[in-house]
């Protein structure tokens, strides 16, 4: 079992910066893949960006990539998404979520999420 608790969510101008970060429980972090998704208001959740279990291996959406960093913090057991350059259409909620995988893009594959942190970008 493990709990994930988002943090760093806010209302930034378009051009600024956020650093999301997820704190996990549980002494088995290292187990797992994580990921950054979101969901805006009518939209699916789309993945954004992932971490393998060491921290090797990151991939991200073609939207965020050269913008966000994922990094990952094994004896913290916590995970960040590091948002520069934002634009309004990256307006959403952002939900971490860990998976029992090396690394994966795949929604489903994710076994634990979180609750959610808002991340509002204006124009």
């Known amino acids: 079992q493990v709990q994930l608790v988002e943090s760093g969510g806010g209302l930034v101008q378009a051009g600024g910066s956020l650093r999301l970060s997820c704190a996990a429980s549980?002494?088995?972090?290292?187990?797992?893949?994580m990921g950054w998704f979101r969901q805006a208001p009518g939209k699916e959740r789309e993945f954004v960006a992932a971490v393998s279990r060491s921290g090797g291996i990151t991939y991200y959406a073609d939207s965020v990539k050269g913008r966000f960093t994922i990094s990952r913090d094994n004896p913290k057991n916590t995970v960040r998404l590091q948002m520069n350059s934002l634009k309004p259409e990256d307006t959403a909620v952002y939900y971490c979520?860990?998976?029992?995988?090396?690394?994966?893009?795949?929604?489903?594959?994710?076994?634990?999420w979180g609750q959610g942190t808002q991340v509002t970008v204006s124009s």
């Open positions: 549980g002494r088995t972090f290292s187990s797992y893949a």
């Open positions: 979520a860990a998976a029992m995988r090396s690394i994966t893009r795949n929604s489903p594959e994710y076994k634990y």
